[in-house]
């Protein structure tokens, strides 16, 4: 294979797929040995491991791909283009008001020895249409695959194994800026003047923390505002260690509903001098569709052996602090717990 390195530009070749014009493609680029060429563009011609190095020997700096675990919801990078454009391809103008927008390298997410997970997982996605953390290429915006699935179809037929050469260009200037905050009690307002102030000349990566000093109330408050600025312009995601993610704060009522859940979470209630944490148990033997819910107090060495939940739904008053739910949260660090929801209750 061919290639060439520029100061902002990199030239790779891909192999067409063959899908026919109308397909619904979901990728872009693929490894050559993806088991997802019926519904993709291209399959590049170099191992996926090696194109992720030699992007970023040209300069091409990784950011944040997504990763549900850590809490991190939006792609994070370097906005990148294609020539020929991607839309000499694909029609990303999907149908029902969908638009792929901007293209960001991510990386993808990488295994411990530091290599891409598309490299040795399928799909092997290297340029993904919805987001997918695996992907080192991604949307900037949040595109879950159940929603656009169908939305951008291939604009014309190519021939199996036709060769194209792509050029992927891009601004180091253009990479988001970092911004780390620590919520605590009466900063909030100087949080968010700092966020207005940063976004008028960047694109923000933004990490909050909670400080344990900080009531749920205030918490909850601070989450609100959060929302109203969280945006493809200032990206809020990711948390520290032992802290929560400022969507923790912001969970539905209507998911204190039992009986119509998919999951049962724990449900832990937070007093100022006890914990109780109940789990729910689901017989399933009993008639109908639905099973019976029996709840049962536990303790948290017992909660380590569950591991049918990943999510755990706090129960606090306004004044509780939230400290009292790090402790928890520390006491339940062996189980498989990795979502938290807090809800206000009086």
Not at 3 to 19: D, Q, R
Not at 122 to 148: I, K, N, R, T
Not at 288 to 306: H, M, N, V, Y
Request: with cysteine; proline share 5%.
């Amino acid at each position: 294979m061919l290639l060439s390195c520029l100061a902002a530009a990199f030239t790779f070749t891909a192999s067409a797929t063959g899908v026919g014009k109308g397909t619904p493609v979901e990728f872009l680029f693929v490894g050559k040995d993806s088991d997802r060429d019926y519904e993709a563009m291209f399959a590049i011609d170099m191992p996926v491991a090696d194109f992720a190095r030699a992007v970023e020997k040209a300069g091409l700096q990784p950011g944040q791909p997504i990763d549900a675990e850590a809490c991190r919801v939006w792609p994070v990078g370097t906005p990148v283009a294609f020539n020929p454009p991607i839309s000499k391809f694909v029609d990303t103008d999907g149908s029902d008001g969908f638009s792929l927008g901007r293209l960001v390298y991510t990386g993808g997410l990488r295994g411990t020895n530091g290599v891409p997970v598309a490299a040795t997982e399928m799909p092997a996605s290297v340029c993904s249409l919805y987001s997918l953390g695996q992907s080192l290429f991604l949307p900037e915006g949040m595109l879950e695959q159940g929603d656009v699935y169908g939305k951008f179809c291939a604009s014309e037929t190519l021939k199996k194994g036709a060769r194209y050469a792509f050029t992927l260009s891009w601004n180091d200037a253009d990479h988001p800026k970092h911004v780390d905050l620590h919520a605590k009690p009466g900063n909030s307002v100087a949080l968010l003047t700092t966020l207005k102030n940063e976004s008028t000349s960047y694109h923000l990566d933004v990490q909050v923390s909670f400080d344990g000093e900080l009531t749920v109330a205030e918490s909850v408050k601070f989450a609100k505002a959060l929302d109203l600025v969280d945006s493809v312009r200032v990206k809020i995601t990711g948390c520290s260690e032992g802290s929560l993610f400022f969507r923790a704060f912001l969970p539905l009522e209507k998911w204190t509903e039992r009986q119509s859940r998919m999951v049962q979470p724990f449900e832990l209630t937070v007093a100022d001098d006890y914990y109780d944490l109940v789990f729910i148990d689901e017989d399933w033997s009993v008639e109908g569709d639905d099973p019976k819910l029996t709840p049962r107090r536990i303790s948290f060495q017992e909660a380590l052996s569950k591991d049918k939940t990943d999510t755990c739904f706090v129960f606090a008053k306004p004044k509780t602090k939230l400290s009292r739910i790090y402790a928890a949260m520390e006491r339940l660090k062996g189980s498989k717990v990795r979502n938290w929801y807090v809800f206000v209750r009086e």
